[in-house]
């Protein structure tokens, strides 16, 4: 099956400092979605992609659908405490009936 | 409001014993996925349904579980026998299609 990297797995951060997060595969993906989840929540949907070299911004969260279609980025800017989570990154594959999921970057913030 | 609803929340049961999840999507999406997510692990696909019918339950072990939607509104998630290594969090997520998917609570199960 497609296999997605996601890097860094956890990242601490002062507060203010921008975050910059992202997943690679060595198969060519047709979405890229990237999700937030707090402690004992669901996965919540930030930002999705649909078109290669697409950049779209939500608030602070700003990320990228990779040239190649391999690869996808996901950056925060001036971080705040209620970043701290897990973010992962999904990519539905060329079957186009399920998504593949990145094994998360764990973020935390020191205020 | 429309989100993907789970319950229960949190299940812990006794190794042997036969657990229900239950997933209700979001009104309109015909495709439901369910979920299993382990510190080792992390985000594991077990099956996932397309207008009620099972598209894909490779990520599922066949012996003891077994999912099903009875109807549009309902998925359901069922082991039998439990074991402790299936101690999780389950996650039930829809979509319209191929479109992103929304996220229920998920149900956290505790096998002892």
């Known amino acids: 099956g497609q296999q997605l990297n996601q890097s860094p797995q956890s990242m601490f951060i002062q507060e203010g400092e921008d975050v910059s997060m992202n997943c690679t595969s060595s198969s060519i993906f047709n979405t890229w979605l990237w999700y937030k989840q707090d402690p004992g929540e669901g996965p919540v949907l930030l930002i999705a992609l649909y078109k290669a070299g697409e950049l779209t911004s939500n608030g602070r969260l700003t990320a ?29 594959g060329d079957n186009f009936n399920k998504f593949y999921f990145g094994s998360g970057t764990k973020l935390n913030v020191k205020p | 409001d429309a989100r993907v609803t789970q ?8 190794m042997g014993q036969e657990v229900t999840m239950r997933c209700q ?11 299993r997510q382990t510190m080792m692990q992390g985000l594991e696909l077990l099956a996932y349904f397309r207008n009620r019918a099972p ?14 939607m009875p109807d549009a509104t309902l998925a359901t998630l069922k082991i039998q026998p439990s074991e ?22 998920g149900t956290r199960l505790t096998v002892l």
């Open chain 1, 64 to 92: 990228q659908f990779g040239i190649t279609r391999k690869d996808s980025f996901l950056n925060i800017s001036a971080s705040i405490p209620s970043d701290v989570g897990i973010y992962f990154c999904a990519g539905l």
């Open chain 2, 7 to 14: 319950t229960p929340r949190d299940k812990v049961t006794e």
């Open chain 2, 25 to 35: 999507p979001i009104l309109g999406h015909n495709t439901v996925f369910w979920y």
């Open chain 2, 55 to 68: 598209l894909d339950d490779s990520g599922m072990p066949k012996d003891r579980f077994s999912a099903e």
């Open chain 2, 84 to 105: 402790p290594r299936d101690s999780a969090v389950y996650f039930c997520a829809s979509a319209w299609d191929s479109n992103e998917q929304f996220f229920g609570p």
